[in-house]
């Protein structure tokens, strides 16, 4: 793998959410390298402690980085507010990028008054959030929506059986009618965008992965990095789930 693919970008994420920004990514910039390791032996992210995150992201980086890599992108808001500080800190030579719920684009439209943010537990609560709230919910109202057990849902794929819109239901039904705008802040909710939508009716949908594509884009610039190639890069699957059926499980979110 490191013949053939250094000079890659890494993308990580606990599981499949992250290939919701690895697509944006791919669109971006067309002519990179990248690979994707999906953490699924250890999802949900958004339900462990931060420490047990930042571990995690550490181990995984360390490997991508062994194998070649010229830039991380951490594809997972939780692993972002977790570890993405310590991680710049210790690999101060390398650009690692993160995601976050995306907030300020949701904030700057006038008619979103009152807005949903739907994120994992742990998000929720850590610091990196609680400052982005605060920096942009001046003048709007700011609602938390914890949506513990949807991103391990969603992991098992099979989206268009009913049980998806249940549990959507189940955690955030009663707000159907109450918000505005919606802030998919854990990457896997881009993938269950439409049953949202079902569930909350004439919403406007927000996520992060067009941001983190262009933060990419800049910091590659930045230090030299863009790929001199002009023909189409390659996009690999890594699991820590190491099966056919997962690395065909994260072709078809791929393909979604």
Known sequence: ??????????????????????????????????????????????EKTRDQVLRRSR????????????????????????????????????????????LKPATLVDENKRILVMATPITLRLDKYQQLAEKWGTGREVIDAPCPGLAARIERGHLE?????????QLVGGYRGEVDAVVLGCTHYSFVAQQILQVLGDVRLYDGALGTARQLERKLAERGLLTKSSGAGVVKFLSSKDTPEEIELYQSFYSM
Do not use: Q, W
């Open 161 to 169: 059986d009913h049980d998806v819109v249940s549990l959507l239901e």
């Open 59 to 102: 181990d995984i980086v360390d490997f991508l980085l062994n194998k070649g890599a010229k830039a991380i992108v951490i594809a997972c808001n939780t692993a972002t507010s977790a570890a993405a500080p310590t991680l710049r800190n210790d690999y101060a030579h390398v650009p690692i990028i993160g995601v976050e719920p995306a």
């Open 1 to 46: 793998m490191t013949s053939e693919y250094s000079g890659y970008v890494g993308v990580f994420d606990s599981g499949v959410g992250g290939i919701s920004v690895l697509k944006e990514l791919v669109r971006a910039l067309p002519n990179e390298n990248f690979v994707f390791y999906g953490d699924s032996a250890n999802a949900p992210y958004g």
